[in-house]
């Protein structure tokens, strides 16, 4: 395997967060930081973020609207962050690329989570019309992640199925399964 830098190699996306821990204030502005520095697509930097820290209204508007299987375990983390993207520009043209800049600047506040040894888990199941309704979104705004931000809890503390993959080895395709031919 070719090296990786290791806030790549050890990036990792647990269930089992403290829950009790919290974010300081610093923390969260350094991971909107990283995500603000991702490229996009003509520099538009579509992304849009709403942070939830644990007990606000925010977070309890957010962990309502994730299906019950991810609200199981999400409850636990310091903070749900709602990343989501602007559809159309300043002039009304289409952003077209939107949701993969919104991708590179999730990435990039994964990258720093790990640089400040706190973990990350995406989420993908949620309601997306209860998140724009409770969250009172503009229609030109289109939820597409919850990124669940805290650190490393007990794994023991989750439901058995839960647990079995927390403490299972991590494994990633092939490098030649994922090359076109």
Known sequence: MAQLSPLLATRWSPHAFDPVADLT???VASLLEA????PSADNTQPWRFLVGRRNDEAYKRILT???PANQRWAGRASALLLGAHATTGPTGCP???AAYDLGQAVAHLTVQATALRLYVRQISGFDTAGLRTD???APAVRPHVVVAVGRLGDPASLPEDLRLREVGLRQRRPLTELMLH
């Not at 995500?35 to 991702?38: D, G, K, P, S, V």
Request: proline content about 0%; cysteine-free.
């Open 35 to 38: 995500a603000r520095w991702a």
């Open 95 to 97: 952003l077209i690329h």
């Open 65 to 67: 609207n994730l299906t």
């Open 25 to 27: 204030d610093a923390e």
């Open 135 to 137: 969250l009172e979104l």
